[in-house]
């Protein structure tokens, strides 16, 4: 009997921790920690993607910005965080793909579940120039949810100059990637 005991003891242990680290798919729904992304990418053909959302709030300065101030343009929308490894490992990658595409391409954050400094302190460390809206609930990635809805940190989409959502990837990107993701949607 005690043998049998440990062993519904270890299940319903490890059931418990299994439940504490997929309490949800949604990142801006998890209360605890956060889901991190798997690497796929999902690119729907050009007649087959949705509009992008009506994205609007504050920069991490307090200014107003919105992506209807990109329309034409093709544009790189990544969530990520100050406390997120894998926005780490990819932010050397967003800083020199943003700074050679020039004003070809609007790169855009979402910083959620950060404060304002944390936020900015990694921009400077990272050599982040484009601006993020700040979003510390996470709200604002609630708008994809019609198109290529978010279920990791990070999550990046590519808007096509039309307007639609071109990709989504969940999980850091690479330059290679990310150079690839915003030829093939510029292009439609």
Do not use: H
């Not at 990272?126 to 709200?139: E, R, V």
């Amino acid at each position: 009997m005690t043998v049998r005991l440990v062993r519904l003891a270890a299940t319903a242990a490890a059931l418990a921790l299994l439940a504490g680290c997929s309490s949800s798919t949604q990142a801006d729904e998890t209360t605890g920690g956060f889901v991190a992304g798997d690497g796929s990418i999902t690119a729907p053909k050009a007649d087959e993607r949705k509009p992008a959302p009506a994205l609007e709030g504050e920069t991490l300065d307090g200014d107003p910005i919105k992506l209807a101030d990109f329309a034409g343009k093709t544009v790189v929308v990544n969530v990520w965080g100050s406390w997120c490894a894998e926005c780490r490992v990819e932010a050397p990658a967003f800083a020199a793909v943003a700074a050679e595409t020039g004003d070809d391409v609007q790169f855009l954050g979402i910083n959620i579940r950060d404060s304002r400094a944390a936020a900015k302190a990694y921009d400077e460390n990272f050599g982040i120039t484009y601006p993020s809206l700040f979003d510390p609930a996470g709200t604002t990635v609630l708008g994809f949810r019609d198109s290529l809805p978010s279920m990791a940190v990070p999550t990046t989409w590519v808007i096509a100059p039309d307007g639609t959502v071109a990709a989504r990837m969940l999980g850091s990107v690479s330059e290679p990637t990310l150079r690839g993701l915003i030829e093939d949607a510029s292009d439609g």
